[in-house]
């Protein structure tokens, strides 16, 4: 296994704890589900980069035989608090190299995640991995913003709710554009002080997603600008991309 693993341990130190609250399930966590549901029609299913569960589980609930992986044991470990009834198969794993067997009916990587894999070797290492996973017909969903829309406004952004009162949530971002790096740094203001955790992504344009779905023996098979399933907006600076092995 690579040394991503070790790398994501130390980036979640900070944010397991603080995820769910930055990030709570809403009704654009439930158009996902549904979605997901859909496509996996109670069959098998991976998410790749599970997080803390917050789709995982409710699609666990649907019927879909869900496993989850994730590079950070602290991110899992909050998964399995709230899964009560252990719905969800869980793996610590690099998702450039899951350590999984196939065969899956969907697999899913989502809110971005496929940016956390700072190269583009492992970028295309984990579409490759994923279109191995997939039965014949099995489908890959990859939703992330759009990188163009995501930085045409590069000023500190506030990310947390307004009506916390016990902890300000600050996002500073510094663009690299020729190596498609985003180097973040998460700011928490809070009643124990003022923490820093530093953050890099690498982002995926669309034709570069499409041609690593392609070298994966993916084709196309539908696009939308977010969960309900729509046509394809750019201005709404964001995609869900299905992707079907042949």
């Known amino acids: 296994m690579s040394d991503v693993h070790g790398t994501a341990q130390q980036r979640y130190r900070e944010l397991h704890a603080r995820y769910d609250r930055l990030y709570p399930f809403d009704a654009d966590g439930a158009a996902a589900v549904s979605f997901l549901d859909e496509l996996a029609d109670g069959g098998r299913v ?8 917050r789709v995982a589980i409710p699609l666990a609930a649907r019927g879909c035989d869900v496993t989850g992986l994730d590079a950070s044991s602290d991110m899992l470990d909050v998964l399995r608090a709230k899964d009560v009834g252990a719905t969800v198969r869980t793996v610590l794993s690099d998702m450039a190299e899951p350590a999984v067997d196939g065969d899956f009916d969907l697999i899913y990587v989502i809110a971005n995640s496929l940016f956390e894999l700072t190269t583009q070797e492992s970028q295309v290492a984990c579409v490759g991995a994923a279109a191995q996973l997939l039965r014949p017909g099995g489908r890959l969903v990859v939703e992330a913003a759009l ?3 995501l930085f045409a406004d590069r000023r500190p952004l506030f990310v947390g709710p307004l009506d ?15 190596n498609q790096l985003v180097h973040y740094r998460h700011i928490f203001i809070g009643a124990d002080g003022i923490k820093v955790m530093p953050t ?10 499409d041609l690593m779905a392609a070298l994966a023996g993916l084709v196309p098979a539908a696009r939308h600008s977010d969960w309900t399933g729509g046509a394809f907006d750019p201005a709404i600076g964001r995609h869900v991309s299905v992707y079907r092995k042949t």
């Open 164 to 178: 916390d009162l016990e902890e300000v949530s600050l996002q500073a971002l510094k663009y690299d554009v020729v």
């Open 200 to 209: 890099t992504h690498r982002m995926v344009y669309l034709p570069e997603l």
């Open 46 to 53: 991976l998410e790749l980069a599970v997080g803390t569960g």
């Open 147 to 149: 990188p163009n829309w």
